[in-house]
């Protein structure tokens, strides 16, 4: 399958500073790139899906404020967490779908490790 | 609003099959069945994905029933490493390319668990 990494695997930063988490496609160019956020002992919750070289299109209830999403490449989307807070503490994960050919649609989502935020 | 109802836990002995129900009774005719799993703390892995007839891959077959109301996910002979969440999702199927039609929303899936 296809390869998706996130830099950092983990971060610990202090309340009210800023933290931005890259995605890439290694060896694939994805068109649609998504962003989740999990919390301990729940599941996936989706955050945004954003589109290369166009705007994220927000969850209900996700303030796209202060979760800053950009997609400028086909293989690179970062997630800035602004004026992070301890309830932003999540493990969050983005997931990357690429379009193959015509008439053969490659659709798969494939899902980076994750990157685990901690705020204190 | 999950579409798909999942049991909570399982358990299975290493070496035997693990066979993994889903129900998803709304299912539409323009749905796919997908399973991921997810190892704790890590990413969701994709398994195997189908429309209405019989699939199989390295890793695992599924199952459709013929009014694709319901699905089960077989791990033919399952390892300790196996040991995961195990998500079923229904999700449209979309060929058009570049939107977010065809998200994968995610419900508490299975825990599986393969003890020795």
């Known amino acids: 399958g296809a390869v998706v990494s996130q830099h950092p695997s983990w971060v610990i930063c202090k309340s009210g500073t800023s933290v931005k988490i890259e995605c890439r496609s290694l060896?694939?160019?994805?068109?649609?790139m998504f962003w989740y956020r999990q919390f301990p002992k729940q599941s996936l919750m989706l955050m945004a899906t954003?589109?290369?070289?166009?705007?994220?299109?927000?969850e209900q209830g996700v303030e796209k404020d202060k979760f800053l999403i950009n997609h400028a490449s086909l293989t690179l989307s970062t997630l800035t967490v602004t004026s992070a807070h301890p309830e932003d503490s999540s493990f969050y994960i983005c997931s990357a779908r690429a379009w193959g050919t015509s008439g053969s649609p490659y659709n798969e989502q494939f899902f980076g490790p994750g990157t685990r935020l901690t705020v204190l | 609003d999950a579409k798909t109802t999942q049991p909570p836990s399982m358990d299975c002995a290493e070496g035997r099959a693990a066979n993994l129900p889903c129900n998803h009774s709304?299912?539409?005719?323009?749905?796919?069945v997908y399973w991921y799993r997810q190892i704790h703390s890590q990413g969701p892995q994709y398994i195997i994905h189908g429309l209405k007839n019989n699939e199989t891959n390295e890793m695992a077959s599924l199952i459709i029933t013929e009014d694709r109301k319901s699905s089960t996910l077989i791990l033919p002979h399952a390892t300790l490493r196996d040991t995961a969440v195990y998500y079923c999702?229904?999700?449209?199927?979309?060929?058009?390319?570049?939107?977010?039609?065809?998200?994968?929303?995610f419900g508490q899936g299975t825990i599986l668990t393969v003890h020795p």
């Open positions: 709304t299912i539409s005719g323009n749905e796919y």
């Open positions: 999702i229904v999700r449209p199927w979309n060929n058009a390319g570049g939107t977010s039609y065809g998200k994968l929303t």
């Open positions: 954003s589109n290369e070289g166009s705007k994220a299109t927000y």
């Open positions: 060896d694939f160019q994805a068109t649609t």
